[in-house]
């Protein structure tokens, strides 16, 4: 009987917490819930003729690839590029994908160019990236594993983002990257890597300063070749993806900039190219100037394609003995003549302006962001009849020594100090004298000639004291790029004392950050045609706490009846108006003559061309004149030019 009991409670319990589950789902039910968790249904379309198909997921969890319902897409003459959806299917699916509602996505299908042979007729590879490193990583022997990073405050954001998988680099901004330098970049995003990196290289601005001293790092440089790489770009406003050639900066003119390309976001069938000379005034016949290659049938956002760049010795004219012939998909599409007498290293750089600029307005896009590289590939072209060489029948048979001058009594080590957290205040040291050369020029059996990189040994105290006293030295150096290759002779490196000039004429006093005396001597050496000195200001106007001002000694008493300046754009970037000072040489002081004077420049001379204008001015006998500026145009990148003055 009490078994019967038990029985009958167990019955009864279990019915009533039957009815209470069951009233909760009705509550919930009630409330336009249920117990089951929500689904969403995507919806895959091929559009390659094949029937749809769906999958359902669970609210909040992501789809893996692998579980899309197609596992070999495949679509007559097309090439499969991925899923997509939105508006004009905008938006590539990346995986893992969390849906948020019920979702069609929908097959993209476009044309991808094959990979080159690794082999090229008449050219020996002399560098090669596949990227099938196996752990992941970027070859610390090929590759520099930073970009630009003595400009900014923190190290870790001048680092890549990025995947190695399947052969390929994925260059990646995410949605979280920090402004890598705002002070100086804003709000620009990047990712990038290199083949070197140094102290102040790529002073974009002229004005920025270097926060975060670096040891110099250079694994591959080059003068000469053929370059090709095989990529796609990334789609979005504000964004692009760049392939581009950096001077150095040995010696602070060698700075040309070729950018082989910078696939814009907001521009899928275009492959935009530009060259910048930056402080290299004859490296281009125009100082900036951009071409654009467009093919209406490709998408270089989405579809695979090569690029290449020959940089060719001496096929090119007159005053630009060299040239660039750049080619997409092996087909010629544009050629430059150029004169860049030294080698230069790779960037490649995956950018997005949160704040919008010159790559338009920023908009949302699928996170992250990626500039994918299937292969690097750099060439050297072989004498006629030269049969390429196998690794090992490859050997060197000359290194190149080097060499660099100093001024006696002017002998000196750069030095930067770091603002970065933790390490404020501290002092970094070159450990070589400004112009030294960072490479050296090695000749192989097959006659190719290859630029190494070199580390000298440090200069000393010692060594900076003999060098002021007028002694020469001679310091050693070693090829690490090369350590490998048997029976190598290191270079030297032979350091000439010259004795200093006498200083010119000519000073200045605040003209511009730099107060540049090598730009203020393009204003007086007597040729109309060359090219500007350039002055950049702090901000859009000359300082109002201190006097800017051109100083010329005419080391004797002259009458002065009028100064001629000429420039080009002198409305927008030339000297505007200024008053004028004799040097007294009974006080041994200036004068100051309160009149100011005017140079009228026209509109025909705001162009490229300019004009030369002589402005009539009070007559003055004196040994030396200081020319005050007042007034000056800054309409552009905070800086006046002009390309010459002369005293009347």
Do not use: C
């Not at 760049?309 to 998909?329: E, R, S």
């Amino acid at each position: 009987m009490t078994k019967i009991k038990k029985f009958i409670s167990i019955i009864l319990v279990t019915l009533v917490v039957l009815n209470i589950s069951s009233m909760g789902v009705l509550t919930n039910k009630a409330f336009g819930e249920t117990t089951e968790s929500k689904k969403f249904v995507i919806t895959f379309d091929p559009a390659n003729g094949q029937e749809v198909k769906q999958v359902k997921i669970v609210k909040g969890k992501k789809l893996k690839e692998k579980k899309v319902p197609f596992s070999k897409m495949k679509k007559e003459g097309y090439d499969f590029l991925g899923w997509y959806n939105g508006q004009s299917n905008k938006y590539e699916v990346i995986f893992p994908f969390q849906p948020d509602q019920d979702i069609t996505l929908v097959a993209k299908w476009g044309k991808h160019t094959p990979p080159s042979p690794v082999k090229k007729d008449g050219y020996r590879l002399i560098f090669d990236e596949e990227f099938n490193n196996a752990n992941g990583k970027l070859d610390s022997t090929l590759w520099v594993d930073q970009y630009l990073s003595s400009w900014t405050r923190t190290p870790e954001f001048a680092k890549p983002i990025y995947k190695i998988n399947n052969g390929v680099m994925n260059l990646q901004v995410k949605e979280d990257t920090p402004g890598w330098a705002p002070e100086y970049d804003g709000e620009t995003r990047v990712s990038g890597f290199t083949t070197g990196n140094r102290n102040g290289l790529h002073n974009w601005n002229g004005t920025n300063v270097v926060r975060n001293p670096v040891d110099t790092q250079l694994t591959h440089i080059n003068q000469y070749g053929y370059y090709e790489i095989r990529a796609k770009g990334q789609a979005g406003s504000s964004r692009h993806s760049a392939w581009w050639l950096l001077g150095f900066e040995d010696r602070e003119e060698h700075s040309a900039e070729i950018d082989i390309f910078e696939i814009l976001g907001n521009q899928q069938t275009a492959v935009p190219r530009a060259f910048h000379g930056w402080k290299d005034k004859d490296a281009f016949a125009v100082k900036d100037q951009g071409e654009t290659f467009i093919n209406a049938q490709a998408n270089f956002h989405d579809e695979w394609h090569t690029f290449g760049m020959d940089w060719q010795n001496g096929t090119g004219a007159g005053a630009y003995p060299d040239k660039l012939v750049f080619y997409v998909d092996g087909k010629e599409v544009g050629s430059k003549n150029v004169n860049i007498d030294y080698p230069m290293i790779q960037l490649f750089s995956q950018y997005e302006k949160r704040a919008g600029g010159w790559t338009g307005p920023w908009e949302w896009m699928p996170y992250p962001n990626s500039f994918d590289i299937d292969y690097v590939r750099v060439y050297k072209k072989l004498s006629n009849g030269q049969k390429e060489l196998s690794k090992k029948q490859l050997k060197v048979v000359h290194v190149e020594d080097s060499m660099v001058t100093v001024l006696k009594g002017q002998a000196a080590l750069k030095q930067y100090t770091s603002s970065v957290n933790g390490h404020e205040g501290e002092v970094y040291t070159e450990p070589n004298l400004p112009n030294t050369k960072s490479y050296v020029n090695v000749t192989w059996n097959d006659g190719v000639i290859t630029q190494e990189f070199v580390k000298w040994d440090p200069i000393t105290q010692e060594d900076l004291v003999k060098l002021n006293n007028g002694e020469s030295i001679t310091k050693n150096g070693i090829l690490p790029n090369l350590n490998k290759v048997a029976g190598i002779t290191n270079p030297t490196l032979q350091i000439a004392v010259t004795t200093p000039p006498p200083p010119p004429p000519y000073t200045s006093e605040n003209l511009g950050v730099a107060n540049s005396q090598t730009e203020l001597a393009k204003l007086f050496d007597s040729n109309l045609e060359s090219n500007s000195g350039e002055f950049r200001f702090a901000s859009n106007q000359l300082p109002n706490d201190k006097e800017v001002n051109i100083q010329y000694n005419f080391n004797k008493n002259v009458t002065l009846h009028s100064i001629s300046f000429t420039t080009n754009f002198g409305q927008d970037q030339g000297i505007k108006k200024f008053k004028l000072a004799a040097w007294d040489s009974k006080t041994n002081s200036w004068v100051n003559h309160d009149k100011e004077y005017s140079i009228p420049w026209t509109a025909a001379g705001n162009t490229e061309i300019g004009e030369t204008l002589k402005v009539e001015i009070d007559s003055l006998e004196t040994s030396k004149i200081k020319m005050i500026i007042t007034e000056v145009g800054l309409r552009w990148e905070n800086k006046i030019a002009m390309r010459e003055i002369a005293f009347n």
